[in-house]
């Protein structure tokens, strides 16, 4: 019930609890239509990934963040490769150099057994 205060006599309006409860329903839906579900895409490197292959999950890589993705950039090694951890690490500084327009870090790299992990998530400014 809903009391109007300006009349004159105070006038009372009768309202249907089940429409607005309907219209409450349908409000929390359309706000919920209207937001960005932002999911952790991954691309996966090697320390010996070659120009091309680089060039390809760059590419990539910068759509998932110009979706507004956050993307994992994992460098995975294999036997001999943990002995040049070095190499992974100066790969993840290169990629995160060449996407540092559109991204900022969001973890930095991160060994986690034989992967060497880093998250970037898109900037902020829209």
Do not use: C
């Amino acid at each position: 019930m809903e009391i109007q205060p300006n009349a004159e006599p105070p006038v009372a309006k009768i309202e249907d609890y089940g429409k607005r409860l309907f219209l409450m329903k349908k409000q929390r839906g359309a706000a919920k239509k209207k937001q960005k579900q932002t999911k952790l895409k991954e691309v996966k490197f090697r320390p010996s990934t070659d120009v091309n292959d680089y060039e390809v999950k760059l590419r990539n890589l910068r759509g998932f963040i110009e979706d507004g993705d956050r993307v994992k950039v994992t460098v995975w090694f294999r036997g001999r490769e943990m002995a040049h951890q070095d190499l992974g690490r100066q790969l993840l500084e290169r990629v995160k150099a060449d996407v540092l327009d559109v991204a900022k870090v969001d973890f930095f790299p991160k060994l986690e057994g034989k992967q060497l992990t880093m998250v970037l998530a898109p900037k902020g400014n829209k």
